[in-house]
Every structure is written in structure tokens, then in C-alpha cells.
């Protein structure tokens, strides 16, 4: 029995020994756990901090040594990678570096310039997309204009048309020299938080409102805000949400004078006739990341007028009087959009139009539309009574185009026509017109203006220089541009630094709209690299291909097929000394 009882007792004595054990491995790996994480934010709050002491110092800043803050310390790096570029490095300490139980290290690559987002690697304006007979689109499309093609074409993707909107705006207000002011929020002003402002209208009839355009500035780096259209009660904005759209901070800059910036409205919604509604930003407070709005000290604008809270969503909002109206302008009414393809044509995905019609074809996915023909054959579902796609916004404003000319003209400016084949261009602005032969090389460093026009021979490169590194550049011309023959590869075009991530656009600033000629006219194959035309028509040889391209209108003749990239996420195109520093997506590294 007393051999028993000792055997039980140490059982008992080791399991609670082990549980004792256990106990304290747990509390230290708790702790430990706790400690890695207040210094992986400490860490972060290194970066946060070297990010806007970059913006705000014009790049000046190098870092700092060890810094207390809270219940640790943290030291911060800031080292040259390109003209652009610079690698963050921060280092938390728990408790400090001496004496470091725990640790961590953070550290980036930020870029001084424009972070553009292109999501659709086939991006058409309000020109629309116009096809002959047996041309192939291999991916999905998005037009803000109506496709119409003939007989036995094909596409391999889904399509998206978006409802049309007015190109003249329903109700808008700018100021006027002398009477121009800049109204700042997003920030503490004179002890006041102005986080959410609001300007009011009211519409010259009832429609659908599809978006807005917005008068602005900012300064430093500033996030993307939310934009709603809210009710009226009592010459004061509501809580009542009608809808809402994202205001790409990207396609703000920080150059005077301020710009008007586009926010398409998802979904679009009905507004009545001679009622008050309210355009409201929603910000949050940084000292040095603010939004300037450009204000009317004269209020022009006698239906609305502009106010400011501190929070608009809190449980009794109080809404302050400005003396200014804020330039604005809003897009009601719409226009019928469609979708028109001949006999024996083929869509592999999903078609999103107000109108589908044409001769005979088959849909394979799903068909959302208002009216139908009925030769059209749907292999998925039909849905009756959709809504029309929100338009979408082009990824590069006419702000970021002209901060990127100016940028170009500040650096040197050349006179005369240039013909030969190997050269180096840039940066700069060129004043006259680009003639290249067979074969050549043209080494870019960015940005070149070219006020006149481009004309290639064949299998021709464009190429960033290798010191952007993981920057972007541009070729910007005024007028038009024609490209020879490709290359069967991707060798030929426009090409980047030789760093991943890094491209070389075409921006074509040629406005088709005005006389309908062609602003880009390629020969066939491979083009790689950007091409960006707000403006203008596209007119493609036979097997183009694309890493992105993006015009207000595209033509394929016969036979024809374009083929491009699914979208590129974020591109960075590094900028001159007003350019702002933002993070490069995809550099964050934690250890």
C-alpha cells in the first residue's frame, strides 16, 4: 500500500510539475509574442514616420538613430536605390537596443511619383470599340462606348458596356482668377478639424446621376476617399446615403492650379428635379497628407453651398457654413449603350450591356442587359432589369499628363525634327517630330515631350534606362504616332528599365474627337509596353499584342486579333522634385 501511495504521489508531483512547466513556457511564449509585435509596430511607426518626413522634407530626409516612443525604440535608414527610389529600413527594439529582448526589422521601397493602377488590360472610352468581320479579342474588355462588329467574331472573355453619361454636365461652379481660393481639409486648420466637407446642388431635371467631377489639390501622399451623394434636411447634409464612388488620390497632384478629377457613381442613382442634394468627401486628419479644394470666395453658385464636419456619421453631426462654393461639376441623364455583333460571332463569357442585339451569335455565360433581340442565344443565364456597368474612370488625369510635361520642359528643351535610327532621348521636351528607321534602338530616360508627331519602321525599341530601376516611364506626344511591324517576341515597343516591374508607356495626347483621325496606327505582332490615349483612335494591324492598352476609341479591321495583358495592378512613374513618395506595392518585407 505505501509503495502504491509513493508511486501515486510522484505521478502527481510530475504532472504537476509538467502543468507548472507548461504554465510558464506558455507565459513566456505570451509574452514573447506580445513583445515581437510591439516592436514590429514600432517598426512601422519608423516607416510611417520616414514616409512623411520624405514628403515633407522635398527628400532631404536620411533617417534617424535610436528613438523611444511608447514602450520601446525604433531607428529608421533611408538609403539611394535610383533617382527615384529609396529603400526604408526600420528596426524596433523591446525594450531598447542595448538592452533588446525582442526585435524587428521592416523595411520598403518608395517611389517619388505616380502610383497608376490600369485594371483592365483592354480599357475603351466613350468612342467604343468598332470591328469588321473575323477579328478575335482574346480577354475581357471594358468600353464606356458601344461595340459594334460584323459577322464571325470572336471573344474569348466577358465584356462590360457601361451606361453612357451626357458629356456636358447638369450643374457645375468654378471660380474665376481673384476669386480663387484654396479651401484645406483632411486636416487641423486654425484649430478647427475639417475632416468631411460637403458642397450642395440641385438638379435642372430629374435623372440619373452618373458622376461627379471635383476641383482639387493636395499635398504630400494622401490615401483614395470615399465620395457620397447625400440627402438634404434643413440646408444641411443627412446620414442617408443615396450612392457613392472612390476618388483615386493618384489622379490628384500637388501642381497649381487645381484640376477637375472624375468619380463615376456606383450604383448611379435618380436624383429629382429642383431638390438639394450634397456631394460629401469623407477624409481623416493628417498634418501632412490634406486635400485642397479649389473654392469660389464670390459664391457664384446660388442653389447650393459648402459646409464642413467633423464627422458627418456621428450620432448628431454638426455641420459648419463656409463663405465659398467649391468647383464642382455633375453628369445627369444617360445615354443607351450596346452591344451589336453580326451572324456567327461568339462571346465565351458574360455580357454586361444595357441593349444586346445584332444577328444570330451565342453568348456562353450569363447575359445582363434591359432588352435583348431574340436571335441572340444565351448558353447561361438570363438576367432581365440590369443595371448598367458605372462607367470607369481612364487610371491618368489630365493634372498627372500636364505635372509630367512640365516635368519634361523644366529638364531641357530641344528644337527641330530628329530622324536616324540609335539614340538617346530625354529627358525633355522635343520640339518637332520623331522619324525612325528599321531596326533601331532609342534609349529613353524619362519623361521626352515630343510636341510633334512619331512614325517607325519596323521591329523598332523604345527603352527605359536601366538607372528608373523598378520606376515607370513615359513617351508623351502631341501628335500622331505610327508604329512599323512588331516583333514575334516581346522585344519590340516600348520597353522598361529591365527591372521587374518597371514599363515604358506611350501617352498620346492627340484628341481624335475633333476630326476622327487615328492617333495610333500599328503595323502587326508584338508591341510591348503602355499605350495610352485618352483621346484617341486606335487603329491596329493583324495579331497585335499588348502588355496594356487604353483609348477612347479602338478600330480592328478584318481577320484582325488582339491579344494583351489581364491589367497591370500599380505602376510607378517616378517624377521630378514635386513629386510626392509613395509605397511600391509588393516591396514590404518583415523579419
Known amino acids: 500500500m505505501f509503495v502504491l501511495s509513493l508511486i501515486t504521489l510522484t505521478i502527481i508531483t510530475i504532472t504537476t510539475l509538467g502543468l507548472i512547466a507548461g504554465s ?10 506580445t513583445n515581437a509585435l510591439q516592436a514590429n509596430n514600432l517598426a512601422e511607426a519608423g516607416i510611417d514616420k520616414a514616409v512623411a518626413f520624405l514628403n515633407s522634407s522635398g527628400g ?3 533617417g534617424e538613430g535610436e528613438t523611444q516612443l511608447g514602450p520601446g525604440t525604433y531607428e529608421v535608414t533611408v538609403a539611394n536605390i535610383s533617382a527615384s527610389n529609396k529603400l526604408i529600413k ?3 527594439y523591446i525594450p531598447d537596443k542595448e538592452n533588446a529582448k525582442t526585435k524587428r526589422s521592416v523595411q520598403l521601397e518608395v517611389s517619388k511619383g505616380t502610383g497608376v493602377a490600369f485594371n483592365y488590360g483592354l480599357q475603351i472610352g466613350e468612342g467604343g470599340l468598332v470591328m469588321g468581320n473575323g477579328a478575335i479579342i482574346d480577354g475581357s474588355l471594358y468600353s464606356n462606348g458601344n461595340i459594334t462588329a460584323g459577322n464571325t467574331n470572336s471573344f474569348t472573355g466577358d465584356v462590360y458596356i457601361a451606361g453612357g453619361i451626357q458629356p456636358t454636365a447638369d450643374q457645375q461652379t468654378e471660380c474665376i482668377d481673384l476669386n480663387c481660393q484654396d479651401y484645406l481639409f483632411g486636416k ?30 493636395k499635398a504630400g501622399s494622401t490615401p483614395n476617399v470615399t465620395v457620397r451623394i447625400l440627402t438634404n434636411n434643413n440646408n444641411s447634409p443627412t446620414k442617408t446615403v443615396l450612392t457613392s464612388g472612390t476618388l483615386n488620390a493618384n489622379l490628384v497632384t500637388n501642381s497649381d492650379p487645381p484640376s477637375f478629377v472624375d468619380i463615376p457613381m456606383s450604383p448611379p442613382v435618380n436624383l429629382n428635379s429642383s431638390t438639394n442634394y450634397w456631394i460629401m468627401v469623407d477624409t481623416s486628419s493628417d498634418p501632412s497628407n490634406y486635400w485642397s479644394w479649389s473654392a469660389d470666395s464670390l459664391q457664384t453658385y446660388t442653389p447650393g453651398a459648402a459646409k464642413w464636419s467633423q464627422n458627418w456619421n456621428a450620432g448628431s453631426p454638426v455641420w459648419n457654413s463656409t463663405t465659398y462654393d467649391l468647383g464642382f461639376k455633375t453628369y445627369t441623364g444617360g ?12 462571346v465565351n463569357g458574360d455580357v454586361h450591356a444595357n441593349t444586346i442585339s445584332g444577328g444570330s451569335y451565342t453568348i456562353s455565360g450569363d447575359a445582363y442587359y434591359q432588352t435583348i433581340s431574340q436571335s441572340v442565344t444565351v448558353s447561361g443565364t438570363l438576367y432581365p432589369g440590369s443595371q448598367d456597368p458605372a462607367a470607369t474612370v481612364f ?12 516635368e519634361a520642359e523644366t529638364a531641357n528643351v530641344f528644337s527641330g525634327n530628329i530622324t536616324g535610327c540609335n539614340m538617346n532621348l530625354g529627358p525633355g521636351k522635343y520640339i518637332g517630330s520623331l522619324t525612325l528607321d528599321n531596326n533601331c534602338t532609342v534609349n529613353i530616360t524619362s519623361p521626352v515631350w515630343i510636341t510633334g508627331n512619331i512614325i517607325t519602321g519596323n521591329s523598332v525599341k523604345f527603352k527605359l534606362s536601366p538607372s528608373a530601376g523598378s520606376s515607370s516611364g513615359m513617351v508623351i506626344v502631341d501628335g500622331t504616332t505610327t508604329l512599323g511591324n512588331g516583333c514575334v517576341t516581346n522585344s519590340c515597343g516600348f520597353l522598361g528599365s529591365g527591372t521587374p516591374g ?16 487615328s492617333a495610333l496606327v500599328t503595323g502587326n505582332n508584338f508591341f510591348s509596353g503602355i499605350y495610352y490615349l485618352p483621346y484617341g483612335i486606335v487603329t491596329l494591324g493583324n495579331d497585335a499584342k499588348f502588355t496594356e492598352l487604353s483609348a477612347w476609341k479602338l478600330v480592328l479591321g478584318n481577320n484582325l486579333r488582339l491579344n494583351y495583358d489581364q491589367g497591370l495592378a500599380n505602376v510607378f512613374f517616378s517624377s521630378g522634385p514635386s513629386g510626392s513618395y509613395s509605397v511600391i506595392k509588393g516591396t514590404y518585407q518583415s523579419k
Open 335 to 346: 445615354v443607351v449603350t450596346s452591344f451589336s455583333t453580326g451572324n456567327s460571332s461568339s
Open 395 to 406: 487610371p491618368v488625369s489630365d493634372s498627372n499628363i500636364s505635372e509630367w510635361k512640365n
Open 24 to 33: 510558464l513556457t506558455f507565459h513566456q511564449n505570451s509574452k514573447y509574442t
Open 502 to 517: 518597371s514599363y515604358l508607356m506611350l501617352l498620346s495626347i492627340y484628341d481624335s474627337r475633333t476630326n476622327g483621325n
Open 188 to 217: 487641423n486648420v486654425a484649430g478647427s478639424n475639417i475632416l468631411d466637407v460637403a458642397q450642395s446642388f440641385s438638379p435642372s431635371a430629374t435623372g440619373t446621376l452618373n458622376k461627379v467631377s471635383l476641383k482639387l489639390k
Open 90 to 92: 526600420a528596426t524596433g
Open 60 to 62: 532631404t530626409y536620411n
